[in-house]
């Protein structure tokens, strides 16, 4: 089993920035890739960002890519996003989610609000 625990959110005026933690404990997460979800109210959790096992390669969705940035320290058993320039329309609860093979994980979410 794995426990995910994200944290960082807050509330943030437009343009501003924030980071997200995810701390996993319970297991390791050298073989989990991570990836970051997001839901708004009254929509559907949608895919923001992702990053496999050793950190060599992430990819983003087009409406985050170029502002968000996903990493992981392994050693510390943690992955972040960082958050750029960010914009009213990127409030929602961010999770986390941690998968290997049939293995699949997920944070309890955290909020961020962007002010216009």
């Known amino acids: 089993q794995v426990q995910l625990v994200e944290s960082g959110g807050g509330l943030v005026q437009a343009g501003g920035s924030l980071r997200l933690s995810c701390a996993a404990s319970?297991?390791?997460?050298?073989?989990?890739?991570v990836n970051w979800f997001r839901q708004a109210p009254g929509k559907e959790r949608e895919f923001v960002a992702a990053?496999?096992?050793?950190?060599?390669?992430?990819y983003y969705a087009g409406s985050v890519k170029g502002r968000f940035s996903v990493s992981r320290d392994n050693a510390k058993n943690v992955a972040y996003l960082q958050m750029n320039s960010l914009k009213p329309e990127d409030t929602a609860v961010y999770y986390c989610?941690?998968?290997?093979?049939?293995?699949?994980?997920w944070g309890q979410g955290t909020q961020v609000t962007v002010s216009a």
């Open positions: 319970g297991r390791t997460l050298t073989r989990y890739g």
């Open positions: 990053i496999n096992y050793d950190g060599e390669y992430t």
């Open positions: 989610n941690a998968e290997f093979v049939t293995h699949n994980y």
